[in-house]
């Protein structure tokens, strides 16, 4: 279905290819998971299937693709439109239409679909994703994690042979994540659905891929079973990480596998670590906000004490990211709010981000100058900060970006580590972040991990809104449990998810009665009956 051969590219003005003589095939009815660091060209391989690439992106182009008997060098991505259907990692750049309907239904339009059929296909998707009760909505009063459902929805509508997919579980919680994989599979199994997907949260989606190509970073790609490729791979989900601590020669693809072969490990719990931080950084009292008729944060109060890291789990919908933006004071919302003596929504902007910084989903909200190097500066200006120090922040981060490069040209991941750089320079009292590890390797999230730890143990307060499990787990010592609007569970981590079916991390589930959250937890639990 899918065959590149001696596929080279490189962008304009860069002297290294980002793709160099790359060849492999991919069957009918495949699904294919793409993984590597961030940058190493993922987005480049997944573009270049439908014409995305050079077409769009302009730089020297060699070598040839064929999908299903097509060259894409031959032919457009509108060409294409009816065989290949895209989701990129920002789905809201994709939108055309201003409802949910009327998103689903635009492709279709372009194609041609007769009226009844279109109508048909509508219905059928808004099932399929779970998000009928969406319908009407506007695109722009939803969730991250509701765009992206429905970007997948507006292109599965259309009936592609061939769906790409860069990070489609990103903006998901658990539960939305794994509907969507579970859709995506069937129509693999039963239609013949040929899909390709990048991912860097591979224990969401590894046990269902039939291969995987492996990007190091170095220009070249690797084709081979999933197992095989994660035992060579530098990139090292639980699962894999688990096999590398208890020496199993293999890697586990799911979480029933793990528990099978762990028969018979013992792991102590790991140790309760009590409470010291009596310097309360956040009080809010009675928040409320609301957008319209919808309540978005209904009667929320919390206390977030300084040194502390707190995450926030919640569906999609359920309040998380309102909640941060009213905190910061940028949102209108009723209720109190004192940071160190100090309400952010009476302060202007500079005098905000010193107290309170938010780092938002959208990363690329917060970058308006055209190089990396010129952001960089204007943030040590902004914060008051030596010379180089967002700089110095950006490279703990695992990103080594040419200052030169134009923002707009990173991936997501890449403008994601930049704005964390830009904003934590300015060494506030509270740091607030949304999705922070959206589209960032594991590597970046422990380095990230690192940074909070750090900024943590000076005295800042840290407030985490994420999907992603594993990183709450690893990073958080307080969590909260949202669901409409509201808060519904606060308390230890430990204590949470390891009492949750939905937000357990999967070391918990493979070793679950005992109370473990991490691989870490695990190495040093692991009990050893010699004397």
């Not at 670590?273 to 928040?287: C, F, I, K, M, Q």
């Not at 999230?445 to 900024?455: P, S, T």
């Not at 990073?475 to 949202?482: A, D, F």
Request: charged share 20%.
């Amino acid at each position: 279905m899918i065959t590149f051969d001696q596929v080279s590219h490189t962008y304009p003005e860069s002297a290294q290819p980002t793709l160099d003589r790359v060849s492999f095939s991919l069957s009918e009815g495949d699904l294919c998971l793409v993984v590597g660091p961030t940058g190493s060209g993922k987005s480049t391989l997944l573009g270049a299937i439908n014409g995305l690439v050079p077409h769009f992106t302009g730089g020297r182009f060699s070598g040839q693709i064929r999908v299903d008997g097509r060259d894409t060098t031959k032919h457009r991505p509108r060409e294409l439109a009816d065989l290949v259907g895209y989701v990129g990692q920002d789905p809201v750049r994709g939108f055309v239409t201003d409802t949910v309907e009327d998103e689903i239904a635009y492709g279709m339009e372009q194609l041609g679909t007769a009226p009844m059929v279109m109508r048909k296909r509508v219905e059928e998707t808004l099932d399929l994703l779970g998000i009928a009760e969406l319908r009407r909505r506007p695109l722009t009063e939803l969730s991250g994690g509701q765009q992206q459902r429905v970007a997948i929805a507006a292109v599965l509508a259309a009936q592609p042979k061939v769906l790409v997919l860069d990070e489609p579980t990103s903006a998901l919680d658990a539960t939305a994540a794994a509907d969507v994989l579970s859709a995506i599979t069937t129509l693999v199994h039963e239609v013949g659905l040929t899909v390709v997907l990048a991912e860097h949260r591979l224990e969401r989606v590894m046990q269902a891929a039939d291969s995987m190509l492996w990007l190091p970073g170095d220009g070249s790609v690797r084709h081979g079973g999933v197992a095989e490729l994660l035992a060579q791979a530098n990139i090292t989900p639980p699962l894999a990480a688990l096999a590398q601590v208890l020496g199993w020669p293999t890697v586990p693809l799911s979480v029933r596998e793990a528990r099978r072969r762990a028969t018979g490990i013992q792991i102590r719990p790991r140790p309760e670590t009590p409470t010291s931080h009596t310097e309360l950084a956040v009080g809010a009292t009675d928040l409320q906000v609301r957008f319209g008729e919808i309540k978005a944060v209904h009667g929320v109060s919390l206390e977030l004490f300084a040194g502390t890291i707190t995450a926030v789990l919640g569906r999609n919908g359920a309040g998380k990211s309102s909640l941060l933006w009213a905190l910061q004071g940028a949102l209108t919302c009723g209720g109190e709010i004192e940071v160190a003596g100090q309400d952010p929504r009476r302060l202007n902007a500079n005098q905000a981000r010193r107290l309170v910084a938010l780092v938002p989903q959208t990363a690329a909200d917060l970058l308006y100058l055209p190089t990396v190097e010129a952001e960089c500066g204007q943030a040590d200006v902004e914060s008051e900060a030596s010379p180089g120090t967002t700089a110095a922040l950006l490279t703990r981060l695992g990103m080594q970006l040419p200052p030169d490069r134009d923002p707009r040209d990173l991936s997501e991941g890449q403008r994601l580590a930049l704005v964390l750089a830009i904003q934590l320079a300015a060494g506030p009292k509270v740091l607030l972040l949304d999705e922070p590890t959206r589209g960032l390797d594991y590597q970046a999230k422990a380095e990230l991990h690192q940074i909070l730890d750090q900024f943590a143990s000076n005295g800042t307060a840290i407030l985490i809104s994420t999907h992603d499990v594993e990183f709450a787990a690893a990073t958080s010592q307080n969590l909260l449990l949202m669901a409409d609007g509201e808060i519904v569970a606060a308390g230890p981590t430990a204590d949470l998810l390891t009492s949750s079916a939905a937000y357990s991390p999967q070391m918990s589930k493979v070793f679950s009665p005992v109370k473990v959250l991490t691989v870490a937890d695990v190495a040093a639990g692991l009990w050893d009956p010699r004397p």
